[in-house]
């Protein structure tokens, strides 16, 4: 079996405990910036991050990380297999609002359980309005209450030497890197997650089909170094769960070097993300 997570989720971070009522209007992110994982680390108490930004909340159908201590008895890392995400995993479990939550992985790194999941489709959003428990061997371990937001975008992220690349792939799946810049006019794809509602009414912990596709609600920008790209895709990524994709045309007209990426919709944006371009 395939497994159905890349290795982009041992994330470290924390929040601060939310309890402010649900709104009664659409909640996006805005004006979001990826949180230093240094910056985030000042407690001990269990929180709950998105997968892509590290910022804290999460997004209905997208990917999210809870984080803390004594929440399983895993020393390593056990990953999901199989063609749907199941609802648990190494005797952990992560309850939504009521509903259990597909499972990718749970982990111990750093010190602290990490576990990743997929947000359910049908979780509230408002300020305050994600209620989340995590269970090991039936006992609960750890509430989480959080901001949970319409569409929350954060772009995938790897550490090199030389700094945060964004990651994003050609269409032979190689990956963008400072060895390895995109060209002007490159057709690129950008890993992605929450983008927020589909045109698909899919089930949880369901990979997202190639045909149909899985289109983003709102049209999601790229913007490279201040410069609107030509997007011919925004939406899930086939095979996956809860991961989404933008494909996207490098402007002719890119200058050089390590440039500002960063993805919006007309309600949310993301934090920027480095993109090398020669």
């Not at 992110?29 to 590290?54: E, K």
């Not at 390593?76 to 992985?105: E, H, K």
Request: glycine share 10%; hydrophobic share 45%.
């Amino acid at each position: 079996m395939k497994r159905l997570t890349p290795a982009i989720f041992l994330l470290t971070a924390t929040i601060a405990f939310a309890a402010d009522p649900p709104a009664k209007f659409p909640f996006y992110r805005q004006g979001a910036a990826s949180a230093s994982v240094a910056g985030l680390q000042a407690s001990n108490d269990p929180v709950v991050v998105n997968a892509a930004s590290y910022l804290p909340g999460v997004s209905p159908g997208g990917l999210a990380t809870v984080f803390g201590r004594d929440l399983s008895n895993v020393s390593d890392i056990v990953v999901a297999s199989g063609d749907r995400l199941p609802t648990v995993l190494a005797g952990v479990s992560v309850i939504v609002n009521g509903l259990y939550a597909g499972l990718f992985s749970v982990a111990y790194a750093n010190g602290q359980d990490q576990i990743s999941f997929q947000v359910p489709w049908e979780t509230p959003t408002g300020p305050g309005s994600a209620r989340i428990e995590v269970l090991f061997n039936g006992n609960s371990v750890a509430r989480i209450q959080t901001d949970s937001f319409v569409e929350d975008p954060g772009i995938f992220i790897y550490p090199t030497d030389s700094g945060n690349y964004a990651v994003a792939l050609r269409p032979d799946f190689t990956l963008i890197g400072p060895r390895n810049p995109a060209g002007r006019g490159e057709i690129l794809v950008l890993y992605t997650t929450g983008l927020g509602p589909v045109s698909l009414n899919l089930p949880d912990g369901v990979r997202a089909p190639s045909d149909p596709l899985a289109y983003t609600q709102d049209p999601f920008q790229v913007i490279l170094d201040g410069e609107r790209c030509d997007v011919l895709f925004s939406g899930l990524a086939p095979g996956f769960v809860g991961l989404y994709q933008l494909n996207f045309r490098v402007p002719f007209d890119a200058r050089a070097g390590n440039l500002d990426l960063q993805i919006q919709s007309p309600f949310a944006n993301s934090g920027v993300a480095t993109l090398p371009v020669f």
